[in-house]
């Protein structure tokens, strides 16, 4: 199934083609780029830990931080390692597991085809065994003790586990040396079957590329391979409670100066489509106009030395769970939890300045404009809103429709007190 969707306003064109095997491809073209980025990504991330395997009929609990340990592993097959293959082509390959999704992409500027082939055949040919799972866990307990070690990393999943009692977004997407010790060849293989399936995965390429000529490349490369039919992953997850766990963690590190943050669970909104889109878009706007560089409140608390170039907000709308954080390096915790939560309070009773919003609006809609001449941008962009049923380049007009009261009309329902929790780094006393 083909279709070209053109979008006027951006002299922006997407080619895309549905395969037999349910696989997506998207091709975005930008002439004049010598850059070509693709990204093979499949639906599945670190908090699809309960689930239906393809075939059969219970669900399972598999060990936390499996999609991550099976990014690892797919790079290794029979004849070593594909990085080397990336290598050799020209071009630099990587891969990254979020809480959703699985991403393994390269750039070149040579040898499109070849390394195209490469990127599809390798994350289509899993090979474990039971040695070299075995010492990939060594590997990934290492990297799990840094993350621990990392104060930016504690601070933020310390503020999940305050927010959630069961959904596993609270766990660290790398799992814990435990968890990671009990995953097993059968496991992964398991992983795989179930999640990686053509028809719950996206190929998209951007920049320098031919649409018709890579869509070809494609189609003969899984017309070489047989797949099972395609099938609804049914993934499950435990009912969460509206209130958080607890409202503050503090944790003693070696940092010289402490960190705060201050986050709200959200509950997922009953939308979809471009009304999912539009919401995402009003609240994260919502959250610049309030402490975002440029702010009333970010100029006051900065002038104040209370926060620092580190301060940032943050809205994470993902499939099954949602929450805003606000927060950064501060000399003092408290008192900035005191004036984020004051902000937000008046914020509710007296609304937002439609001049804020409006300036707000503009700088994003601009920042947006500048990020289409990367190709990483889009093709990651692209991927993440496909697998909502969305295209990245309805942003733009859907930019220029919110207005103030749609934004206003958030504020009393977004941040309540019952959702909230706090996380803070301290330095350790001895320091």
Same mark, same amino acid.
């Given at each position: 199934?083909? @279709?070209?969707?053109?979008? %006027?306003?951006?002299?922006?064109?997407?080619?895309?083609?549905?395969?037999?095997?349910?696989?997506?491809?998207?091709?975005?073209?930008?002439?004049?780029?010598?850059?070509?980025? +693709?990204?093979?990504?499949?639906? #599945?991330?670190?908090?699809?830990? &309960?689930?239906?395997?393809?075939?059969?009929?219970?669900?399972?609990?598999?060990?936390?931080?499996?999609?991550?340990?099976?990014?690892?592993?797919?790079?290794?097959?029979?004849?070593?390692?594909?990085?080397?293959?990336?290598?050799?082509?020209? +071009?630099?390959?990587?891969?990254?597991?979020?809480?959703?999704?699985?991403? #393994?992409?390269?750039?070149?500027?040579?040898?499109?085809?070849?390394?195209?082939?490469?990127?599809?055949?390798?994350?289509?040919?899993?090979?474990?065994?039971?040695?070299?799972?075995?010492?990939?866990?060594?590997?990934?307990?290492?990297?799990? &003790?840094?993350?621990?070690?990392?104060?930016?990393?504690?601070?933020?999943?310390?503020?999940?586990?305050?927010?959630?009692?069961? !959904?596993?977004?609270?766990? %660290?997407?790398?799992?814990?040396?435990?968890?990671?010790?009990?995953?097993?060849?059968?496991?992964?293989?398991?992983?795989?079957?179930?999640? #990686?399936?053509?028809?719950?995965?996206?190929?998209?390429?951007?920049?320098?590329?031919?649409?018709?000529?890579?869509?070809?490349?494609?189609?003969?490369?899984?017309? &070489?391979?047989?797949?099972?039919?395609?099938?609804?992953?049914?993934?499950?997850?435990?009912?969460?409670?509206?209130?958080?766990?607890?409202?503050?963690?503090?944790?003693?590190?070696?940092?010289?100066?402490?960190?705060?943050?201050?986050?709200?669970?959200?509950?997922?909104?009953?939308?979809?489509?471009?009304?999912?889109?539009? #919401?995402?878009?009003?609240?994260?706007?919502?959250?610049? +106009?309030?402490?975002?560089?440029?702010? %009333?409140?970010?100029?006051?608390?900065?002038?104040?030395?209370?926060?620092?170039?580190?301060?940032?907000?943050?809205?994470?709308?993902? &499939?099954?769970?949602?929450?805003?954080?606000?927060?950064?390096?501060?000399?003092?915790?408290?008192?900035?939890? =005191?004036?984020?939560? @004051?902000?937000?309070?008046?914020?509710?009773?007296?609304?937002?300045?439609?001049?804020?919003?409006?300036?707000?609006?503009?700088?994003?809609?601009?920042?947006?404009?500048?990020?289409?001449?990367?190709?990483?941008?889009?093709?990651? =962009?692209?991927?993440?809103? +496909?697998? !909502?049923?969305?295209?990245?380049?309805?942003?733009?007009?859907?930019?220029?429709?919110?207005?103030?009261?749609?934004?206003?009309?958030?504020?009393?329902?977004?941040?309540?007190?019952?959702?909230?929790?706090?996380?803070?780094?301290?330095?350790?006393?001895?320091?």
């Amino acid at each position: 199934m083909s @279709e070209t969707i053109t979008f %006027d306003q951006l002299q922006e064109t997407v080619y895309k083609e549905q395969l037999s095997n349910g696989l997506t491809i998207f091709v975005l073209p930008k002439k004049g780029f010598h850059k070509t980025f +693709a990204t093979f990504t499949t639906n #599945y991330g670190s908090i699809d830990n &309960r689930f239906v395997p393809i075939g059969k009929q219970g669900d399972v609990k598999v060990p936390d931080g499996i999609a991550h340990f099976l990014e690892h592993k797919m790079f290794e097959d029979e004849e070593g390692d594909v990085f080397q293959t990336f290598g050799e082509q020209g +071009a630099s390959a990587n891969a990254f597991t979020s809480f959703t999704k699985t991403a #393994y992409l390269f750039s070149s500027t040579q040898e499109t085809e070849k390394n195209l082939t490469t990127l599809l055949d390798f994350v289509q040919h899993p090979y474990f065994t039971e040695e070299t799972v075995e010492k990939e866990k060594g590997i990934i307990s290492q990297e799990i &003790r840094m993350y621990e070690d990392n104060p930016d990393w504690q601070l933020f999943f310390n503020l999940l586990a305050g927010l959630y009692h069961n !959904h596993p977004v609270k766990i %660290d997407i790398a799992g814990t040396v435990d968890s990671i010790r009990e995953i097993t060849k059968d496991d992964l293989y398991e992983c795989y079957e179930t999640f #990686y399936h053509p028809s719950n995965m996206i190929l998209c390429v951007a920049g320098d590329a031919e649409p018709s000529h890579i869509i070809n490349i494609v189609k003969e490369n899984q017309a &070489r391979k047989t797949f099972k039919d395609p099938e609804e992953v049914e993934r499950i997850f435990e009912k969460e409670p509206e209130h958080s766990v607890q409202e503050k963690t503090v944790v003693p590190m070696s940092v010289n100066t402490p960190k705060c943050m201050v986050g709200y669970k959200i509950a997922f909104p009953e939308k979809q489509g471009k009304a999912l889109l539009r #919401y995402e878009l009003t609240v994260e706007i919502l959250l610049e +106009a309030l402490f975002g560089a440029g702010s %009333d409140v970010y100029e006051s608390l900065y002038e104040e030395g209370l926060i620092d170039d580190s301060f940032s907000s943050e809205f994470m709308l993902e &499939r099954s769970f949602s929450f805003a954080a606000i927060g950064g390096d501060t000399a003092e915790p408290d008192k900035l939890v =005191q004036r984020i939560t @004051e902000t937000l309070d008046r914020a509710a009773s007296e609304g937002i300045s439609r001049e804020n919003i409006e300036r707000v609006r503009r700088k994003k809609i601009g920042n947006f404009l500048k990020q289409l001449n990367s190709p990483e941008f889009m093709a990651n =962009q692209y991927t993440d809103y +496909a697998f !909502h049923d969305l295209h990245l380049f309805d942003v733009i007009p859907l930019l220029e429709e919110i207005t103030s009261d749609q934004v206003n009309e958030l504020l009393p329902v977004l941040f309540q007190e019952k959702a909230k929790a706090v996380s803070q780094i301290t330095k350790k006393q001895d320091e």
